[in-house]
C-alpha cells in the first residue's frame, strides 16, 4: 500500500466548451496540500454549536464542500 502513495494522480477539468486541462500530481502531495487547505478552512469557519476553529474537520469539509476544497488544493498545486 505504501508504493500507491509515490503513484501520480491525474485529474481532467473542463474549463470551457471544449477546452479540458489534466494534470498530474502525487497522492502524497495532493492529500497533503488537501489537509492544509482543509485546516485552514477549519480555522475561519464558525459552524452553528461551535466555537470559530472549533469545529471538527469533517463538517467543515461537508459544510464548504469537498469539491471546492479540492479546487483550492488545485489552485495551490499548480502555479500560474
Do not use: C, M
Request: charged share 30%.
Amino acid at each position: 500500500a505504501k508504493s500507491d502513495e509515490k503513484k501520480p494522480e491525474t485529474v481532467a477539468s473542463p474549463i470551457g466548451e471544449n477546452t479540458v486541462v489534466t494534470i498530474t500530481v502525487t497522492k502524497e502531495a495532493h492529500e497533503k496540500e488537501y489537509q492544509k487547505v482543509l485546516a485552514s478552512y477549519a480555522a475561519a469557519t464558525t459552524l452553528p454549536g461551535f466555537r470559530k476553529g472549533k469545529a471538527p474537520k469533517k463538517l467543515v469539509e461537508e459544510n464548504v464542500g469537498s469539491i471546492k476544497l479540492i479546487e483550492y488544493v488545485l489552485e495551490r498545486l499548480v502555479p500560474d
